[in-house]
């Protein structure tokens, strides 16, 4: 079953220990004598002999009597027992003497009826001292917890601080959490993920959990059943509260979330939340600033440059799928900054420029992040400041082939430049088809005849003999052919542009496309 998650925390939540701490202190002589055998969780002991105590009761509660108002029957212990194990109590502690010299057989059989389990006080043990001791164990483990919380904090907060910060925060919070962490962006895609993934269907799950807590523009949510635990947070917007646009955080465990996760969790959403705000998407801070004014008043990119602790620069162009323009949203400005590695963004609706600060001899390489936020990247190779506007044209280049190629990315090489390495693949094969469609009007001999005598003498740079030759035909014929060729296209074949153009073109002819 979905439900909200809660800001308070549940009475489950509380600081507690299990009850088995309490069996093994030797100080106390405690011994279970009944009820189920599983470690429940006590949170706070109380004592009472009134008859019917169930209205006062809390879960998690150890509840100590002596006896002096349990009820002398059989049916009467039977009802105290189940009203009593109704009220959630972790166990019923008895405490032998003075009331009763030993435990009643008829408290045993109810509680192992009703699944309560039933401790045994020995007389040399004070209700006062199984209070004391609770407290102290409860007050150990919290201590415990707040050494956890404290350095899980100190750990994402390190890593909010890394290049990757995104990612590396999602990674100690799997880490800490025991969890398979994701962020979602508004679309419901995996941006970034943590930890462990688990089978299907638990990812599937967990994204439609996402969807609908962002659609429904709650805060949090959770998902419950046998053996996997799904929580998801919504990371608040400009405003602080969430939206049906802003990124959603999402936990897959195989146990209970606690109050030490859910601490750990809190931390983690503030920190993304203000990772993917538009000051930081932005990347507002006082180096960069401070290099801008100084390019502003005519200093020279190599002169800012180590200003900006930067060596080398790889210059990316994008190109983004979508019609909606990526830049109107910080988000996800913020988490492709985060992908590359780097704050200096530029997006211009659909296309994007960055510098990537590194080192000379790293080569580059595109994130998967990147495909999936609907990128297309070109990237040139690193240089120093001076260089940059050959890197500009590089990753220009590099794009281009990406695109032609339908690749996610591209890197800049040494190999030659093509014109067939620049023109998308799709846009040649329509270019070739349209050049030579007036083919098919051109009757005897027929549009592939004069194709292959045109290709023949491209290939043989334009020689009648050796065309004819290697067609077996009279050197006439050609003439003739081609004759026909530039005046159904309309072109002078002796044209060097001419003959270049309809060489690419050839190149991309499908067979039958002027039939």
Not at 3 to 14: D, H, I, V
Not at 75 to 90: E, F, H, K, L
Not at 442 to 467: E, F, M, Y
Request: charged letters at 20%; aromatic letters at 4%; hydrophobic letters at 40%.
């Amino acid at each position: 079953m979905t439900e909200p998650e809660r800001s308070s925390e549940r009475p489950s939540e509380q600081p507690s220990v299990p009850l088995s701490a309490l069996l093994a202190d030797p100080a106390l002589g405690l011994r279970q004598i009944a009820g189920p055998a599983e470690d429940r969780r006590v949170s706070t002991v109380g004592t009472t002999e009134i008859e019917n105590p169930a209205p006062y009761l809390v879960v998690g509660e150890l509840l100590l009597t002596a006896g002096v108002r349990l009820p002398r029957d059989a049916d009467g212990i039977d009802t105290y027992v189940r009203q009593v194990a109704a009220t959630g109590v972790s166990a019923l502690g008895f405490g032998v003497a003075p009331v009763y010299e030993e435990v009643p057989p008829d408290l045993v059989a109810a509680c192992d009826r009703h699944g309560l389990p039933l401790l045994r006080i020995p007389p040399s043990t004070p209700f006062v001292a199984v209070g004391q001791a609770t407290y102290t164990a409860i007050a150990e483990v919290r201590t415990r917890e707040l050494r956890e919380i404290s350095r899980a904090q100190s750990a994402l907060a390190t890593a909010a601080a890394r290049p990757d910060a995104l990612r590396a925060v999602l990674d100690r919070l799997a880490a800490h959490a025991g969890a398979w962490a994701v962020l979602y962006d508004a679309h419901g895609s995996e941006l970034f993920s943590a930890g462990p993934r688990p089978a299907s269907p638990t990812p599937e799950r967990l994204r439609d959990l996402a969807v609908r807590t962002r659609g429904a523009a709650r805060s949090a949510a959770a998902d419950h059943r046998t053996g996997t635990h799904l929580t998801v947070h919504t990371l608040p917007g400009p405003d602080g509260t969430a939206t049906t646009t802003t990124l959603a955080l999402g936990q897959a465990t195989t146990t209970a979330p606690t109050p030490v996760h859910r601490q750990i969790t809190s931390t983690a959403t503030v920190l993304l939340a203000l990772l993917t705000s538009p000051r930081h998407a932005l990347g507002t801070d006082t180096r960069g600033a401070g290099a801008l004014v100084r390019l502003m008043l005519g200093a020279t990119p190599a002169e800012v440059a180590p200003a900006l602790d930067a060596g080398h620069w790889t210059v990316v162009h994008g190109r983004h799928a979508r019609s909606v323009s990526p830049g109107e949203d910080p988000a996800q400005l913020a988490t492709l900054g985060t992908a590359l590695g780097t704050p200096y963004l530029y997006v211009d609706g659909s296309d994007l420029k960055a510098l990537i600060p590194g080192e000379p001899d790293a080569r580059p390489e595109a994130p998967a992040q990147v495909a999936e936020l609907g990128w297309t990247l070109g990237f040139s190779t690193p240089v120093s400041a001076s260089n940059l506007p050959q890197a500009d044209r590089q990753a220009e280049r590099a794009l281009q082939r990406a695109l032609a190629a339908q690749l996610p990315a591209a890197v800049h090489t040494e190999d030659p430049l093509t014109v067939h390495a620049l023109v998308p693949p799709a846009d040649a094969r329509d270019l070739a088809r349209t050049r030579f469609a007036p083919l098919a009007e051109a009757g005897t001999p027929g549009a592939q005849v004069l194709l292959d005598t045109l290709h023949t003498w491209l290939t043989l740079h334009g020689s009648w003999d050796r065309t004819a030759a290697s067609l077996q035909v009279h050197r006439n014929t050609v003439r003739h052919r081609l004759a026909r060729v530039g005046e159904a296209l309309g072109v002078d074949l002796q044209d060097p542009g001419v003959r270049m153009e309809l060489w690419f073109a050839l190149q991309w002819l499908e067979p039958d496309a002027t039939s």
